[in-house]
Nanobody, 135 residues
């Protein structure tokens, strides 16, 4: 079973920074997306950023462009989310996920970010790490 372990959440004042990490283990995917998604009671689920395994691209929600950066260390099967200039509206439970499979391509990562349905591959989710930004 694929396991995802997140770390790096916490509380910060507006304008501050946090770096989230997510280590994936027990997967054998060659083609995959990794990404960060967030949940709030008010907004529900939102795709934050995704990245393709083969270096094909990174994708961001409009609300975080220019402030957040997703990156990966393939050797460590780890994905990172550097969050700068944090705003109170970034407060959420952040969940890491991996979507892998034979037919997963870079555009799959963009579609997944947009929470589109009927995508190729199988998705696995972490438990999440909470980020709280105070004004």
């Amino acid at each position: 079973e694929v396991d995802l372990e997140e770390s790096g959440g916490g509380s910060v004042q507006a304008g501050g920074s946090l770096r989230l990490s997510c280590a994936a283990s027990n997967h054998l995917y060659s083609n995959y997306c990794m990404g960060w998604f967030r949940q709030t009671p008010a907004k529900g689920d939102e795709g934050v950023a995704t990245i393709y395994s083969g270096g094909g691209g990174t994708y961001y929600a409009d609300s975080v462009k220019g402030r957040f950066t997703i990156s990966q260390d393939n050797a460590k099967n780890t994905v990172y989310l550097q969050m700068n200039s944090l705003k109170p509206e970034d407060t959420a439970l952040y969940r890491c996920a991996i979507r892998g499979g034979r037919w997963v391509q870079p555009d799959t990562c963009l579609s997944w970010l947009r929470l589109e349905l009927f995508l190729p591959g199988d998705a696995h989710w972490g438990q999440g790490t909470r980020v709280t930004v105070s004004s």
